[in-house]
């Protein structure tokens, strides 16, 4: 039997940076890793507790992903050895799905001499999750802007500005992308159709040139953010006031119920902002759990395809952790 195994590391991911509905993604320094291997059962080895409830058959996403990249690839494998640690929390906004889908796409195309183009995964990955930010910015790291029309996907990856910093604030409860797209309505008027345009474009132009003090005009959203802000109390106040609290903007981090600031690392506000963002969920009634953070700017790393690479310690990354 081929004994071929890999390992790749994929960073989480925010999708909807501000005003950038399903369209503005970047990449974030907390990561899953997993190893995929041929054999002649179906395994998985799942450590760690963010992932509690994930199915360890043939309908984990992982397995059925990887199974779509043999498919189009035209081979046949369809049994897997599969391990996976992850600190990135599921079902909160900060891209679990998609690292999870475009960790097993990186890992299935490497096992088979790398088949697929970048492009072609890409397709894939947003044909699954349905957007393109998370998937893209996991995929390739930094920010990312994408298009998807049901077809075709298109990325452009932008280096994040040096000095910038995340905060996130990741509450207790779970929100799943599903129950937070119901909210949304069908149809928007032209007028805020107009404004989230225009201030998605000058995002975009604002980290593309490193115009941080634009971030505060163009950080905000008529599409998602005021339906979604139900599900989560204190968000309005978050929105309305990080900034006065240090924050370069402030967003719903995907779905939600994650809120996320951007800030500028040189400018000795987090200790603060932190303060703020946590007074102000706990005053709603909700705990939550506030990281500092930076992009990736790796996007998906593949390691050891044939050989496993020395000096990557993923044997250390589940020793002690209780396997599921
Ligand atoms: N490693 C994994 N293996 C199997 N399924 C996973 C894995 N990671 C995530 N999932 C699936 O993805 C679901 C979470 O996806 P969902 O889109 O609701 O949230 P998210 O991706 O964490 O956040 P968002 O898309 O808002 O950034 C989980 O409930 C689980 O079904
Ligand atoms: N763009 C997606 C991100 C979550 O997967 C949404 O907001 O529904």
Redesign the pocket.
């Known amino acids: 039997m081929n004994s071929r195994r890999v390992r790749v590391r994929v960073p989480a991911s925010t999708?909807?940076l501000g005003p950038g509905?399903?369209t503005l993604g970047m990449a974030l320094n907390v990561y899953a890793w997993i190893e995929m291997g041929f054999a002649e059962e179906t395994r998985f080895h799942l450590y760690g507790d963010q992932m509690e409830g994930v199915p360890k058959d043939k309908t984990n996403l992982i397995y059925e992903v990887a199974q779509l990249v043999f498919e189009q690839a035209g081979v046949h494998y369809p049994e897997l050895e599969i391990s996976m640690y992850s600190d990135i929390p599921l079902t909160r906004?900060l891209?679990s799905?998609?690292s999870a889908i475009v960790g097993a796409l990186a890992a299935a195309n490497a096992l088979i001499g790398e088949a697929l183009t970048q492009q072609q995964l890409f397709e894939l990955a947003t044909s699954l999750?349905q957007?393109p930010?998370?998937v893209g910015a996991s995929l390739f790291g930094g920010i990312v802007v994408a298009s998807w029309d049901g077809e075709r996907a298109n990325a452009i990856r932008l280096n994040p500005p040096a000095q910038l910093g995340v905060l996130v604030a990741i509450p207790e409860f779970k929100l799943s992308?599903e129950k937070?797209?119901l909210v949304?309505p069908q149809q928007i008027s032209m007028k805020d159709a107009v404004f989230n345009v225009a201030h998605s474009s000058l995002l975009a132009a604002a980290l593309a040139t490193g115009n941080l003090d634009m971030i505060r005009h163009a950080m905000k959203d008529r599409l998602?953010q005021p339906y979604?802000s139900q599900l989560i109390p204190g968000m309005d106040e978050i929105l309305a006031e990080a900034t006065d609290h240090g924050a370069l903007g402030v967003a719903?981090s995907?779905?939600?119920p994650t809120l996320l600031a951007l800030v500028d690392q040189a400018g000795g506000t987090e200790a603060g902002l932190e303060r703020f963002l946590r007074d102000t969920l706990r005053r709603h009634g909700i705990e939550a759990r506030i990281l500092r953070l930076q992009p990736d700017v790796d996007g998906v790393q593949v390691y050891g395809s044939g050989h496993v690479k020395s000096g990557v310690p993923f044997e250390e990354l589940w020793e002690g952790q209780v396997q599921l």
């Open positions: 999708a909807n509905f399903d906004g891209g799905s998609a999750e957007h930010d998370n992308t937070a797209r949304l998602h979604r719903l995907g779905a939600g």
